[in-house]
């Protein structure tokens, strides 16, 4: 994991055939640490603000990153190579990390994350015009297959929630743009660095709005913010990473396996009822990712026939 999250994106480029593989299986180990920063995020917005919780999660990333970047002497991975495209995209996950975590506040988990995972569907929608990805019918495919497994899952209720949901499709726009950026220009960025950056602008834009009650947290709260910001930069970082051994379009499909992840920890803490549609949404999702599997395999064959 040190090379992949301290190198360059180029040399992530040309990892054989395996690549497209490492790809899914990256992505997929992501996706369950970032539902999982998600929950933690949830209850820990029951006694506290957006602004104090990204604050302290944030800020335990950091240490988390702080403490890789000593055990494997990589400081100079923290420098980013281009900074202004490193600072866009940075700005561009903060804002995306406020209005979700916002919105978590409103609404159950699972409602949340399908509505912010719409961003495959805008990735479809950017890429070939953004960065000129020829998107084939199985890619169209895996993403239809897998959004009505998610409609099936969650079955978000906007009468419920009103107009804080149009926060999650705010973000699914933001990680759309986020991601296709990401495949067009930062080839040599280092991903440590852009991850750093993210945590670093977090914690700086969360403690404007610093009250002294912040100073006085119970030690069960700290425990949810230091796990959350574990497993935010891992996730996270896990993300940014699997996008450069796979196409965008195909690894935004995988990344719905979130709200499979999402609608299971919703019933276990959150006392949220799986119904039967959940279960055969989850089989379509599953459906979806076989699907992105068997692409990136034809692809991959096709690269050595050529």
């Known amino acids: 994991m040190y090379r992949i999250i301290s190198q360059p994106f180029t040399r992530l480029i040309t990892r054989g055939n395996s690549a497209p593989f490492a790809a899914i299986a990256i992505m997929l180990l992501a996706s369950l640490l970032v539902t999982i920063n998600d ?8 006694k506290a603000d957006t602004a104090e919780v990204l604050f302290f999660r944030g800020v335990f990333a950091l ?32 804002l995306s990390l406020y209005l979700f975590t916002y919105s978590l506040g409103f609404m159950p988990l699972a409602t949340a994350i399908v509505l912010a995972y719409l961003s495959p569907i805008f990735v479809i929608a950017m890429a070939p015009l953004m960065v000129g990805e020829k998107i084939g019918r199985l890619q169209w495919a895996a993403v239809v297959v897998s959004f009505i497994g998610v409609i099936l899952i969650t079955s978000p209720d906007i009468s419920v929630v009103g107009g804080v949901i149009v926060l ?49 947290v119970e030690s069960s709260q700290m425990w949810l913010y230091a796990a959350s910001g574990v497993t935010v930069a891992a996730g996270a970082t896990g993300m940014i990473a699997a996008m450069r051994f796979g196409d965008v379009a195909s690894l935004s499909s995988i990344k719905y396996s979130c709200v499979l992840w999402a609608a299971l920890f919703g019933w276990i803490f959150f006392d949220e009822f799986i119904s039967l549609f959940g279960v055969i949404g989850g089989v379509l999702i599953i459906a979806g990712g076989v699907l992105i599997a068997w692409h990136e395999y034809l692809r991959a064959k096709n690269e050595d026939i050529v």
């Open 63 to 94: 240490l988390a990153f702080l403490i890789f970047t000593v055990l494997t002497k990589s400081s100079r991975a923290l420098i980013p190579k281009n900074i202004f495209v490193a600072l866009g995209l940075s700005m561009l996950a903060v």
């Open 168 to 216: 999650p499709i705010m973000v699914a726009l933001i990680i759309a743009l986020r991601d296709v950026i990401i495949r067009r220009h930062i080839a040599s960025e280092s991903i440590l660095a852009l991850s750093v950056m993210v945590h670093a602008l977090t914690v700086i834009l969360a403690g404007f709005a610093f009250e002294p009650t912040w100073l006085v």
């Open 39 to 46: 929950a933690l995020i949830k209850e820990a917005l029951v």
